[in-house]
């Protein structure tokens, strides 16, 4: 097990020029059994191309596929024992309603670039960057495996390209938001929300 965190090598000189939240959400080492656990409320919002792509979104268990506003989400970063992935679970408590789980394991690509796979084996190649202020995720791709390759896939033509940032508020808490928008329908889906670091579990 190493002492630097999974993302070190993703932001490389500018990790040591990150806010503290930011070096806490994303302090997960690998090959350990970190955990860092943050809560929050978020926005989420679909357009009409969005609500007709639900049913897809929830069979593949990829994004949030219902709309709401001041939903609590819990989300835990661990670690793998086994190898140096950094797993999301994110925890949507819509009303009335059971915990709806979005998850997704980033794997490094490169310093700078990141994958993020879906439960569906669809993932989401990104370029990840700190420019003073915020942490920047610009869209690269989607990506597939093919019998062990990993491959090139296009589908902005259908969900269109993501984006995401993060701003520091504190030392404990961040803002974030992420997008999908479509060359030909704009922006299609969304979330937002402001998070607070609430337990780290460093192995």
């Known amino acids: 097990m190493t002492n630097k965190p999974i993302f070190q090598s ?70 793998e024992p086994d190898g140096d992935g950094f797993r999301f679970d994110r925890a949507f408590r ?27 084996g669809i993932g989401w190649h990104a370029r990840y960057g700190f420019d003073g202020e915020k942490v920047t995720m610009h869209h690269k791709g989607y990506k597939m495996r093919v019998l062990g390759v990993t491959l090139p896939i296009s589908l902005e033509w259908l969900i269109g390209r993501g984006y995401a940032e993060e701003r520091a508020i ?23 929300g402001t998070f607070t670091v609430t337990d780290m579990r460093l192995s």
């Open 10 to 79: 993703v932001f490389g000189t500018a990790w040591e020029r990150l806010p503290p939240v930011f070096k806490a959400h994303y302090a997960n080492r690998p090959f350990s059994n970190d955990k860092v656990q943050v809560e929050g409320l978020m926005k989420v919002e679909l357009s009409a191309l969005a609500k007709l792509l639900s049913p897809l979104m929830r069979l593949t268990k990829a994004l949030v596929p219902q709309a709401g506003y001041n939903i609590p989400v819990t989300v835990t970063f661990s670690s």
């Open 94 to 120: 819509f009303p009335a309603r059971k915990p709806y789980h979005f998850r997704s394991r980033m794997v490094t690509a490169g310093e700078g670039d990141i994958i993020e796979w879906m439960p569906s």
């Open 170 to 192: 504190d030392d404990v808490q961040f803002e974030m938001y992420m997008d999908l928008r479509h060359i030909w329908f704009g922006r299609i889906y969304a979330y937002s």
